[in-house]
């Protein structure tokens, strides 16, 4: 029948649809109007049930992840979602140890430790705060200082590296280095960087003499641009402590042989000489197979943590300062991987050094992702792509025992006609991409 007419007045079509606007607009509001009273009405009656009947209520609490104990009202009303399974409000409770992460870091890095700091924040130390202690050939810049203040809250502590630490080996000479720079600038990766000689000196037997750094009990080395992704609820630092572990590892690639031709002639060398200082048995058959070679496998250094006293020690302190008078550091290009490991493995058995399974970690060149279902959970990256699972050097980890201090001398004596320093190896370099 349509709109009924009102004194012989038609009403236009606008009229009509403005009628039609106003009745919605009535309707909608009165909906919400009931809508919000039902609301009240019922949050009022949950409310005021919690508040009567808590000991009958505590598995809400549970359920939403809060402490019967000390939660309150507002923490349901406002919807508090379950608590994260890590809080990173809190410390995390338990004993630590005197340690600190460390970082040799140019200021040009500022953008890859914000990173890496980033992550391990998320992952560990937002809840351990540990100190970072940082490490630079140059002053660090005011701008580089305020961008770490402003990624972690935790104590960064920082310091400047002079000659002593930054410099040649007393058996070389900058024209013979220049000289050697030169001739391998094309043959591996950093063949022709000084101040990557510099800092493989650095980290292989100085760091830990640094005033900042030779107090300290513990240390675990971090690097510019790398990543974390598993999180850590336990101290790795306490779990190698409680259980008499001295060196930790996450990656174990092969060195490029041409870096270290003769590395391990000396090292024979300085075995031979030094028996007095090793243990009556050690890991060394990880490195050296029965045939007496060096297999190129080491621990990848730029992630370690290690209890301080292997560095300390007199046999590594002997082992380094034999190393630094053999001209290797310069005049070829050891690396502090090959040197920390070939010293771990010579100085520990098998179970003072572990590998961190657990801990997903990618530095540019490789990354490790645990497969285990249990360790997986904890993690955001594909174990699908870990380098560790495919890789001859991990697989001999697991598979080698301890070698008797005899035996190496034996295997040792056997094969001493195959090296002598002015021998030149023409394998091809199979780690050059990758730092050592």
């Not at 590998?355 to 530095?363: A, L, M, R, V």
């Amino acid at each position: 029948m349509g709109i009924p007419q009102l004194g012989g007045y038609k009403p236009t079509a606008r009229i009509y649809k403005l009628g039609l606007l106003l009745a919605a607009a009535l309707t909608v509001c009165a909906t919400l109007w009931m809508l919000s009273s039902s609301l009240s009405s019922v949050s009022s009656s949950f409310v005021n049930g919690i508040k009567g009947s808590k000991g009958h209520n505590n598995n809400n609490y549970h359920h939403n992840g809060l402490n019967p104990a000390t939660a309150n009202d507002d923490d349901l009303l406002v919807g508090r979602l379950p608590a994260a399974r890590i809080s990173y409000d809190q410390p995390a409770e338990g004993e630590r140890v005197n340690a600190a992460i460390i970082a040799l870091v140019r200021n040009s890095e500022l953008d890859g430790l914000r990173k890496s700091i980033r992550m391990f924040e998320d992952r560990f130390n937002r809840r351990f705060k540990y100190p970072y202690v940082l490490l630079n050939d140059q002053n660090f810049t005011q701008e580089f200082r305020d961008g770490i203040a402003a990624i972690t809250k935790n104590e960064v502590r920082y310091g400047v590296l002079d000659s002593d630490y930054w410099g040649y080996s007393p058996s070389v000479t900058p024209e013979g280095t220049e000289k050697k720079l030169e001739e391998n600038k094309n043959r591996y990766l950093y063949g022709g960087s000084l101040s990557y000689r510099f800092m493989c000196r650095f980290q292989s037997g100085l760091f830990y003499k640094h005033p900042l750094v030779r107090d300290l009990d513990w240390y675990w080395r971090l690097e510019p641009d790398v990543e974390y992704f598993c999180d850590l609820d336990y101290d790795p630092f306490v779990f190698m402590r409680d259980r008499g572990m001295k060196y930790g590892f996450t990656i174990a690639p092969r060195e490029g042989r041409r870096t270290v031709e003769t590395l391990w002639y000396h090292t024979r060398e300085w075995i031979k000489n030094n028996t007095d200082l090793l243990p009556e048995r050690s890991l060394v058959n990880w490195v050296m197979g029965t045939d007496g070679h060096y297999n190129l496998c080491h621990f990848w250094s730029n992630f370690e943590i290690v209890d301080m006293s292997l560095y300390r020690s007199a046999a590594y302190e002997s082992y380094f300062q034999y190393l630094d008078n053999s001209q290797g550091f310069f005049y070829e290009r050891w690396g502090d991987a090959p040197i920390h490991s070939i010293a771990a493995t010579l100085l520990l058995e098998k179970g003072q050094v572990h590998w961190f399974e657990d801990i997903g970690y990618k530095h540019p060149g490789n990354m490790h992702c645990p497969r285990d279902p249990g360790m997986l959970a904890k993690c955001i990256c594909d174990p699908g792509k870990a380098y560790t699972y495919r890789s001859a050097c991990q697989a001999r980890f697991a598979k080698v025992n301890n070698m008797a201090k005899e035996r190496m001398l034996e295997i040792i004596h056997n094969s001493e006609k195959e090296y002598h320093p002015s021998d030149k190896s023409e394998d091809v370099d199979q780690a050059a991409k990758h730092r050592s």
